[in-house]
T-cell receptor, first 110, second 115 residues
Framework: QKEVEQDPGPLSVPEGAIVSLNCTYSNSAFQYFMWYRQYSRKGPELLMYTYSSGNKEDGRFTAQVDKSSKYISLFIRDSQPSDSATYLCAMTGSARQLTFGSGTQLTVLP | DTAVSQTPKYLVTQMGNDKSIKCEQNLGHDTMYWYKQDSKKFLKIMFSYNNKELIINETVPNRFSPKSPDKAHLNLHINSLELGDSAVYFC??????????????FGSGTQLSVL
């Protein structure tokens, strides 16, 4: 069993929809939770990160962490075709080295 | 002005050949990585260097040999290429956010196809 599990999708939604992307993890030592976005034929880039449990909002994006359930989510409001990408969750614990999920491929249809 | 640049972008080669991928970062970071991304988009760390010193060496065949001539460069040489080496290889540099967190800046990747 991998330390971080992520539904690979693909996920296809109409423009304007609310998107929910999720990861579960098994290592209770994880403290920082990140979301990277990867466009086709590009490297991943950091979208946002949170520390411990709680919510963090950045524009149309909200990251949510529930440490008691070992479950994290990324919500995208008013999704746009430009949001079409693969979203990877990543986490760190006692060391800085990131552990990645396998990514969810999202397509937002115009 | 690309922050992390890696070359070549595409590499198509025959089994048994030796090839190299070069990476350079102009962000002034001390730590650089090589990651391998398989066809299912899973990113797996291969190596990490801090200021030219190897600090992480995951379970990678010894056909893979990283080299860091200075902290801005991290190259990857692969000997005797095998079909299973086909993947996208990403170089990344790291901005330290805290003792237990970092932000990675990735290159655009090198798509390696072994025939």
């Amino acid at each position: 069993q991998k330390e971080v599990e992520q539904d690979p999708g693909p996920l296809s939604v109409p423009e304007g929809a609310i998107v929910s992307l999720n990861c579960t993890y098994s290592n209770s030592a994880f403290q920082y939770f990140m979301w990277y976005r990867q466009y086709s034929r590009k490297g991943p880039e950091l979208l946002m990160y949170t520390y411990s449990s709680g919510n963090k909002e950045d524009g149309r994006f909200t990251a949510q962490v529930d440490k008691s359930s070992k479950y994290i989510s990324l919500f995208i409001r008013d999704s746009q075709p430009s949001d079409s990408a693969t979203y990877l969750c990543a986490m760190t614990g006692s060391a800085r080295q990131l552990t990645f999920g396998s990514g969810t491929q999202l397509t937002v249809l115009p | 002005d690309t922050a992390v640049s890696q070359t070549p972008k595409y590499l198509v080669t025959q089994m048994g050949n030796d090839k190299s991928i070069k990476c350079e970062q102009n962000l002034g970071h001390d730590t650089m990585y090589w990651y391998k991304q398989d066809s299912k988009k899973f990113l797996k760390i291969m190596f990490s260097y801090n200021n030219k010193e190897l600090i992480i060496n995951e379970t990678v065949p010894n056909r893979f040999s990283p080299k860091s001539p200075d902290k801005a460069h991290l190259n990857l040489h692969i000997n005797s290429l095998e079909l299973g080496d086909s993947a996208v290889y990403f170089c990344a540099s790291s901005q330290v956010l805290s003792t237990t967190n970092e932000k990675l800046f990735f290159g655009s990747g090198t798509q390696l196809s072994v025939l």
